[in-house]
């Protein structure tokens, strides 16, 4: 069974950086796309990022183009490096996985979901 792992996450001031990460358990980068997601408070669920690491590259929802880099950790992690935070930026972060290497933005093509990980972005 995959499972997506999230670790990282707290709470860091504004402008600062955090890094979440995402072990996929029982799967490896090969068989399976990875992709984050984030719900801010009172809001649905968002595309944030995600990669084909076959052909090294990524994608990026516009809010965060030159703010977050999406890269492979290891063979069986992500990782979200996510750099000057803004409060707007306050979120739960999920990771997300499905069989394949297409990058897709519906939250509803993607078959396995982690717990998420809190971001809160102070003032």
């Known amino acids: 069974q995959v499972q997506p792992v999230e670790s990282g996450g707290g709470l860091v001031q504004a402008g600062g950086s955090l890094r979440v990460s995402c072990e996929l358990s029982?799967?490896?980068?090969?068989?399976?796309?990875v992709a984050w997601f984030r719900q801010p408070p009172g809001k649905e669920r968002e595309f944030v990022a995600s990669?084909?690491?076959?052909?090294?590259?990524t994608h990026y929802a516009d809010f965060v183009k030159g703010r977050f880099t999406v890269a492979r950790g290891t063979p069986t992690s992500v990782y979200l490096q996510m750099n000057n935070l803004t409060p707007e930026d306050t979120a739960v972060y999920y990771c997300?996985?499905?069989?394949?290497?297409?990058?897709?933005?519906?939250?509803?093509?993607?078959?396995?979901w982690g717990q998420g990980t809190q971001v809160t972005v102070s003032t």
């Open positions: 029982g799967g490896t980068l090969n068989s399976y796309v």
């Open positions: 990669g084909d690491w076959d052909s090294e590259t």
């Open positions: 997300a996985a499905r069989r394949g290497s297409a990058i897709y933005t519906a939250t509803s093509l993607y078959t396995y």
